[in-house]
């Protein structure tokens, strides 16, 4: 078959790799910005440019349930406490598993809200 001019011959073993689908800059604008905003407001994500668990039937079966954790986790967290950067130098992403984590552990400074300073 032919897929977007390539020709594809039988049995060959097509794979999307979601790290490009979101880094995409016609799909995603300042693709490499952390801006999680993007998502607020705007319309569902599209399931076709959106992939974070797969897709199509081996999509992830733990989707539903790891969003809604999401959801609780960290509004709970930002509601009870600050997270601000340490002058520590930016660090580069790496891969483990299916998601990216920072380099070195992101290391943060973690703050009670409405704790005493001093
Ligand atoms: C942010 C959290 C998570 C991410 C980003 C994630 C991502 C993924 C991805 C990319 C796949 C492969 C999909 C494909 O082959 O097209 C997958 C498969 C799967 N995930 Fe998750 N996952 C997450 C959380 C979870 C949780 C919480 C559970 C279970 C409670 C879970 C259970 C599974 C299972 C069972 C599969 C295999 C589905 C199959 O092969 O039919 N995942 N996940």
């Known amino acids: 078959m032919e897929l ?3 020709l594809v011959g039988a049995g060959t073993l097509v794979v999307v790799a979601p790290l490009l689908v979101h880094r ?3 799909l995603y604008s300042s693709p490499a910005a952390f801006v999680p905003e993007r998502f607020i407001g705007g ?3 599209n ?3 959106w992939i974070p668990f797969g897709g199509g039937t081996r999509r992830c079966l733990g989707a539903e349930l790891a969003l809604a954790e999401l959801e609780i986790v960290l509004s709970e ?3 009870a406490f600050t997270l601000e950067p340490t002058d520590a ?3 580069r992403a790496r891969l483990a598993g299916t998601v990216l984590v920072p380099a070195r552990g ?3 400074v ?3 809200r409405g704790a005493a300073i001093g």
Do not use: F, I, Q
Request: glycine content about 8%.
């Open 43 to 45: 319309s569902v994500p």
């Open 4 to 6: 977007a001019g390539h």
């Open 110 to 112: 973690l703050s009670r």
């Open 47 to 49: 399931p076709a440019t």
């Open 24 to 26: 995409h800059p016609e």
């Open 89 to 91: 130098r930016g660090e």
């Open 77 to 79: 967290l930002v509601a």
């Open 106 to 108: 992101a290391t943060a």
